[in-house]
């Protein structure tokens, strides 16, 4: 390792020195010998460093060739047991190539200056090498081929490549090295590639037949087309053709017919009629008036106003089945209504939904970002810090979403059955939220199965391919995603498709059973209340036994380790994350919060708003959201193995509890009282 560390000196000192010696011409009085004898000595690569630094002018091509052709055979020769088995064209390339580099030419140095360098900080976990990725793929030079060296002709000199090896730390057991780029040329393969690298790690006597190569090494090099990928591009674009042409009859019509205005005063066309005639009840009128023009929620009719003396009357007009499809695909319309206030809308859940969003995307910059971190040793250490739960604590905005969902659809069901007074909302529920959802997710999941991987580009494309590309595991999983069990199959969660849809699927798993218990719910009100406590507690209860029996670690990053247990653990398994039993805490809550909300609106609760119960729900909420983001800071990080089981079981269920609560507290708070309905946050 000394005699490595040594060589890695000589060319951080000797390489830019290069520049100006005698072999470039700018600084003639410069010489190397009593350098390379001084931090050489010994070393295996005396030879080789010492010619190489030596170079004096005049050369000419050929000799240039010859003393490449010298070094390439020493070097390829060390490769253990293959001698020089590169390929005939990477062969004479590189020797071409080397002999360019000595003389100086520009292109030849380009490609050198993209290889890997040892970066500062290797100590703190700064281990990517990943050289010049577009320095390297940019050059350009006359072809290599020598009956073609005198041509004008530019072409692509060189490919880069992502070499990865691995050294042998006991019997059966190795570790990967840091990935190591290269910009040899362009003929070279990712086999060729090895055999460089591992040759020149080879002439370090130490690591024969330790370090070998892992087969994952790639090289920048294009994909071949697939036949989805046309067929997705024909999709994506019929419907950006749709979209286009939907916009530009609506900007057109517009100004002639009114029933293209969904959301503006219009005038009737019909007859006054009364609300019992227009078959809306009281409190949907109400609602109508207070928030303005807006659809009803019979979506084939537009609502009309007409004055009559000091009384504004609601109608109802028939609208053509083609107007509803060209603004369906409007981009006007869509706009328009996305940004537009819904009837009967809840207050305040844009807010918590977008502080929550920023949550989910600090979280995940530190966890996705950390690969890029130049101090990756520090950042276990630096997230034991106080303010630095937040970070960890992150998963917890994740929950806020499950309870936000628990929450508007159980809202949204309650808000039609008293509307329509029938049962037709809970069945319609199921065809709406599929039509919502999965039409655009299987649009998005063809997306990233075949257009994705023709323009993603650069160092970081090919490391994710070397550990098996994951748009490869959506064309065996696509159909988990169709079906919404993607966070159960497959088991191994590095093989997920999409795996950031988890949420979808739990999301969706949660609310298959939801309007049937609203429905049981609006019946029997105390009888739904007990069932939706009794299923509470048994998503609580699995979460603390999963925990229990597993030993599973409460947080991410190494701060906590998995405690031993008489239970086989499958460390690829995911038990609890993306599971609905522990979304499923903060869902029944927003269920519960939902009802309690519809059932006392319009109500005089708020009047008796007492000053303690005020104070009172305040200082629970605070508490419980304290130690749900903080309590781990107590005690939980001094070392990996620190909290017993017994304590991890009951943190993982009651924190997750807590947070339920107090955000659920929050948003009651805000709803129930008349005075702040009018604030905008």
């Not at 490769?79 to 292109?107: H, R, S």
């Not at 819904?342 to 970002?369: C, D, F, K, P, T």
């Not at 159909?479 to 699927?505: G, Q, R």
Request: hydrophobic share 45%; proline share 6%; charged share 15%.
């Amino acid at each position: 390792m000394a005699n490595f560390l040594q060589f890695l000196t000589i060319l951080a000192i000797g390489l830019p020195s290069l520049l100006w010696s005698p072999a470039y011409g700018l600084n003639p009085s410069f010489s190397f010998p009593n350098l390379v004898d001084t931090y050489l000595g010994t070393f295996p690569l005396e030879s080789i460093v010492t010619r190489f630094l030596r170079l004096r002018r005049p050369y000419n091509t050929s000799q240039l060739e010859g003393q490449a052709d010298s070094y390439l055979n020493t070097i390829v020769g060390s490769f253990p047991g293959k001698g020089n088995n590169l390929t005939a064209p990477c062969y004479e390339d590189v020797k071409i190539w080397m002999g360019d580099m000595f003389l100086g030419q520009g292109y030849a140095l380009k490609m050198l200056d993209s290889f890997f360098k040892v970066p500062p900080g290797l100590t703190k976990g700064h281990l990517l090498m990943l050289g010049s990725h577009d320095m390297c793929m940019r050059v350009e030079a006359m072809p290599y081929t020598s009956q073609y060296r005198n041509s004008s002709e530019l072409v692509p000199a060189a490919n880069y490549c992502i070499v990865r090896l691995q050294i042998a730390l006991a019997a059966n057991a190795s570790q990967p090295l840091p990935p190591l780029a290269t910009c040899f040329p362009a003929s070279c393969t990712a086999r060729d590639a090895d055999i460089l690298i591992l040759s020149v790690v080879n002439i370090i006597n130490a690591t024969v037949d330790l370090v070998t190569p892992t087969g994952k090494t790639l090289c920048n090099s294009e994909i071949p087309s697939e036949p989805g990928t046309s067929a997705t591009w024909m999709i994506v674009g019929g419907f950006a053709i749709t979209c286009l042409c939907a916009t530009i009859v609506h900007l057109l019509a517009r100004p002639f017919d009114h029933r293209y205005n969904r959301n503006t005063d219009i005038k009737p066309v019909v007859g006054p009629k009364t609300a019992e005639q227009s078959g809306l009840s009281t409190r949907a009128v109400s609602s109508m008036m207070e928030m303005g023009p807006v659809q009803t929620e019979k979506s084939a009719n537009w609502r009309t106003e007409s004055f009559v003396g000091s009384r504004m009357e609601m109608e109802l007009e028939k609208v053509p089945v083609y107007i509803r499809l060209i603004l369906c695909f409007s981009l006007v319309d869509n706009t328009s209504r996305l940004f537009a206030p819904e009837a009967g809308e809840l207050r305040y859940l844009n807010g918590i939904r977008v502080m929550s969003m920023w949550w989910v995307l600090l979280g995940h910059i530190h966890q996705l970002g950390e690969i890029f971190f130049s101090n990756r040793m520090d950042i276990i250490e630096n997230l034991k810090g106080y303010p630095q739960q937040l970070i960890l604590s992150a998963p917890f905005a994740v929950d806020t979403f499950f309870l936000l969902s628990g929450l508007a659809v159980t809202y949204s069901l309650l808000r039609a059955v008293d509307q329509h007074k029938s049962w037709a909302p809970f069945v319609l529920s199921y065809v709406r939220r599929f039509a919502r959802i999965l039409p655009l997710y299987m649009v998005i999941l063809l997306i990233y199965m075949f257009v994705v991987p023709y323009v993603v580009d650069g160092p970081y494309a090919i490391l994710v391919r070397q550990e098996g590309s994951p748009t490869e595991y959506c064309k065996t999983y696509w159909w988990t995603n169709l079906l919404m069990v993607s966070n159960v199959v497959p088991v191994d969660k590095s093989k997920m498709c999409m795996p950031w849809t988890w949420f979808i699927s739990a999301d969706w798993q949660l609310f298959i059973v939801t309007p049937p218990i609203v429905a049981f719910l609006s019946r029997f009100p105390k009888s739904g209340l007990a069932l939706l406590v009794l299923l509470l507690g048994g998503c609580v209860a699995t979460v603390s036994s999963l925990v229990y029996v597993y030993g599973l670690p409460l947080t991410i990053r190494d701060l906590h380790g998995r405690i031993e247990t008489e239970k086989e653990y499958q460390p690829e398994r995911e038990y609890i994350y993306d599971k609905p039993w522990q979304g499923g805490i903060n869902y029944i809550v927003g269920v519960i919060l939902a009802y309690h909300i519809f059932v006392r609106r319009g109500s005089d609760f708020a009047r008796r708003f007492k000053t303690v119960l005020f104070i009172f729900g305040w200082a629970v909420a605070f508490v419980l959201a304290y130690f749900a983001i903080f309590g781990l800071y107590y005690g939980g990080f001094e070392t990996k193995t620190q909290m017993s089981v017994q304590k991890r079981a009951v943190y993982a269920g009651l924190s997750r509890l807590g947070w339920a609560l107090a955000v659920g507290w929050v948003f009651y708070f805000f709803e129930s009282i008349p005075f702040l309905h009018g604030v905008k946050i």
